[in-house]
Structures are given as C-alpha cells and as structure tokens.
C-alpha cells in the first residue's frame, strides 16, 4: 500500500497534498521508513469522532528514489 502511495506522490508535483485516512497513513509510514518528508496534522475532532486532514509531502529522499527502482510498478 505504501508504494502506491509513493508512487502517487512521485507522478504530482510537490508538495502533493494526499488526503484520505488510508493514504495518509501510507504517508505516515513513508516518513517512519525514510523514504518521504512530509507534514502530518493530527486528526481534527468533529460531532462524529475524528477526521483526518491531508498530508503534505514536501520530498521524496534518495532512499524513496531507489526504492521505486527496486520495486518497478507491476
């Protein structure tokens, strides 16, 4: 899942704003992993429990780059 999202990020321009619960933490693991620099607010409260606002990715790294040479698209 993670180097879809990397993949997504890779074919925008950046920052590339990525919304969605799932995608952000595709983002949040990218960041753990090295592999992108991003912000990642925190999720906002509202009247029917939390709601997550997208993540700006500032930079794909040099490990990010060799890992999409690594693991070509299928």
Same mark, same amino acid.
């Given at each position: 899942?993670? @180097?879809?999202? +990397? ?6 321009p950046l920052?590339? @704003? ?16 090295? +592999?992108? !620099? ?5 999720? !906002?409260?509202t009247r029917?429990?939390?709601?997550? +606002? ?11 780059? @060799? @890992?999409? !040479?690594?693991f070509p698209?299928?």
């Open positions: 899942m993670s @180097m879809l999202v +990397l993949r997504d990020v890779a074919s925008q920052p590339a @704003m990525i919304s969605g619960g799932g995608n952000v933490d595709g983002v949040r693991v990218l960041v753990a992993a090295g +592999l992108v !620099k991003a912000t990642i607010p925190p999720p !906002k409260r029917d429990g939390y709601e997550q +606002l997208p993540a700006m990715v500032t930079e794909i790294t040099s490990l990010g780059w @060799m @890992m999409m !040479k690594r698209p299928r």
